[in-house]
């Protein structure tokens, strides 16, 4: 086996698949999972590093698993959805390369509210009011 990072394989959770075959995949992000691409380590009961691998909807990554898809097109989309993912583990500090800067998403600063801000009468406060 591959190194393992829980971090990079619980992060598939939810998200849209990065693979996006065309006709195949399902747009589904409750079926993404972490799939592992093939590798020179691969084989036999071993899987790739967790950082060689994508985001795939079930559709895709059975279509990957099972070479239903010819080996030039399929390359590509792995090499497209290798890329992807790796690009967002980078913005969310996942996954660290040293002397790369990364351009995160920017935050906006907070801006004051415009109007003065006073406490909000509960019903229960107006009760306590009565002389």
Not at 15 to 26: A, E, S, V, W, Y
Not at 45 to 55: E, I, L, P, R, V
Not at 65 to 94: C, F, N, S, V
Request: proline share 6%; glycine share 6%.
């Amino acid at each position: 086996m591959g190194a393992i990072s829980q971090k990079l394989r619980d992060s598939a959770r939810g998200m849209q698949c990065t693979l996006r075959i065309p006709g195949i995949c399902n747009g589904n992000p409750e079926t993404t999972v972490l799939a592992h691409l093939p590798s020179h380590i691969s084989g036999m009961g071993t899987k790739s590093n967790d950082w060689h691998a994508c985001f795939a909807c079930s559709a895709c990554h059975e279509a990957i698993d099972r070479h239903q898809i010819p080996e030039k097109d399929a390359g590509r989309y792995m090499l497209d959805a290798l890329e992807r993912t790796q690009r967002y583990w980078q913005q969310t500090g996942m996954m660290i390369v040293a002397g790369v800067s990364v351009d995160r998403p920017k935050t906006r600063p907070k801006r004051k509210a415009n109007m003065p801000s006073r406490k909000i009468v509960s019903r229960n406060d107006l009760r306590r009011a009565k002389p």
